[in-house]
Each structure stands twice: as structure tokens, then as C-alpha cells.
């Protein structure tokens, strides 16, 4: 079985730019979740789909944005790029049931210059 | 929402000891308790979880034990080995919840 799948796997960009990410969940994950990783702050939930609705969301600025489509694949958005959002991103897909295991893709590194 | 601490955010053990980690959380309707593993420059990927039915849970080397009352939960290392070294993160779920809440990591590292 095909893990998840996180594409491109880097990024480099400048302030003011915008970045879409994608993620491709495991074949019958229909849950997929985003978090922003940083030295500092750890893991930190983004959102997460089920069925092309946003089911859950972090506390994030309204510049992160994502959607899911009707194959379970997912993307994100990130507009009006802040040096501050050079994180990796990482993606996650579960079964849908409440508390499942996470499972997660390589990620994508985004640096902002 | 749910606060998550862990402690201690570094650890250094020597090969064959012990490690022990511990992550406090604040939500008492937490019920799903998970422990990831990420090594340098990999993704996260679970080792064991524990659910609010039950005390202690053991898989070779590894085992984790839950204390509801006191809401906290720990992951327990035997034997450690050079490959244990990496960052370890808690992640306990609320009840009916899709949604986990990372620790912000322990890094431990197994001195050969």
C-alpha cells in the first residue's frame, strides 16, 4: 500500500508570493490533516478535511487555506508569504473514526526569502 | 483546547538504559493516547498508543502507562539502542475528536 504523498518536496519562495502544497492520502483515507512544523513551536494542527468539507481548524491566520477533492487528495494554500511561514508542512491522512493514527508524508520544506 | 506539555524536552541516556518521558495534558475528556517518533529528517510515524480503557500498554522495548486522574501519560524506553535516538512527541485526542494536539517534542539521544 502506497504511503502519503507530498508534493514538491521543497520550495523556495519570496515575501508577498503564494504557495500551493498537495497531498495524496493513503488509498481509503478519507480524513487528511495539515500541520506546520518549526524548531520552535513543534507540530501545530493547520485544519483538517473529510469529504471535501474543512472539519476541523487551528488557530491560523486566514492566509492558510486548504480544500479537498473528491479522491481524498488535498491541497493548501499559503497567501501574502511571510518570512515567519518557512516551516515544513506536513500532511496526514487516517480512517474515518475519531482518535486513529496519523499517518504521515515526508512533508514539504517551504523556505521564504 | 486542549495544553500539552512534555518533559523533559532533552534527554541524553546511555546505550542500554532506560528513558522515560512524560507528557501532561489538560483536557480530562481525552481518551486516545499516542506516542510518534520522528527521526532526523524523517516524518513522524507512531510507535504506540494506549486508549483511556486501559492502564499500560507494552510492545517489546516500549510501553506507555496512563494515569486518567492525574492526566498524564508516559512513554518508557528499555534497552535503548543508537536507533532510539530521535525527537518523541505526545499527541493525546479528545473523545469524538479528529483532531490531535502535538507535544513539543523530547529529544533524546542513546550515548553508545
Known amino acids: 500500500k502506497a504511503g502519503v504523498t507530498q508534493t514538491p518536496r521543497y520550495l523556495i519562495k519570496t515575501r508577498g508570493q503564494q504557495v500551493t502544497l498537495s497531498c495524496s492520502p493513503i488509498s481509503g483515507h478519507r480524513s487528511v490533516s495539515w500541520y506546520q512544523q518549526t524548531p520552535g513551536q513543534g507540530l501545530q494542527f493547520l485544519f483538517e478535511y473529510f469529504s471535501e468539507t474543512q472539519r476541523n481548524k487551528g488557530n491560523f491566520p486566514g492566509r492558510f487555506s486548504g480544500r479537498q477533492f473528491s479522491n481524498s487528495r488535498s491541497e493548501m494554500n499559503v497567501s501574502t508569504l511571510e518570512l515567519g511561514d518557512s516551516a515544513l508542512y506536513l500532511c496526514a491522512s487516517s480512517l474515518d473514526h475519531p482518535n486513529q493514527p496519523q499517518h504521515f508524508g515526508d512533508g514539504t520544506r517551504l523556505s521564504i526569502l | 483546547g486542549e495544553n500539552v506539555e512534555q518533559h523533559p524536552s532533552t534527554l541524553s541516556v546511555q546505550e542500554g538504559d532506560s528513558a522515560v518521558i512524560k507528557c501532561t495534558y489538560s483536557d480530562s475528556a481525552s481518551n486516545y493516547f499516542p506516542w510518534y517518533k520522528q527521526e532526523l529528517g524523517k516524518r513522524p510515524q507512531l510507535i504506540i498508543d494506549?486508549?483511556?480503557?486501559?492502564g499500560e500498554k507494552k510492545d517489546q522495548r516500549i510501553a506507555v502507562t496512563l494515569n486518567k486522574t492525574a492526566k498524564h501519560f508516559s512513554l518508557h524506553i528499555t534497552e535503548t539502542q543508537p536507533e532510539d535516538s530521535a525527537v518523541y512527541f505526545c499527541a493525546p485526542g479528545e473523545a469524538g475528536s479528529y483532531q490531535l494536539t502535538f507535544g513539543k517534542g523530547t529529544k533524546l539521544s542513546v550515548i553508545p
Open positions: 494506549i486508549r483511556s480503557n486501559v
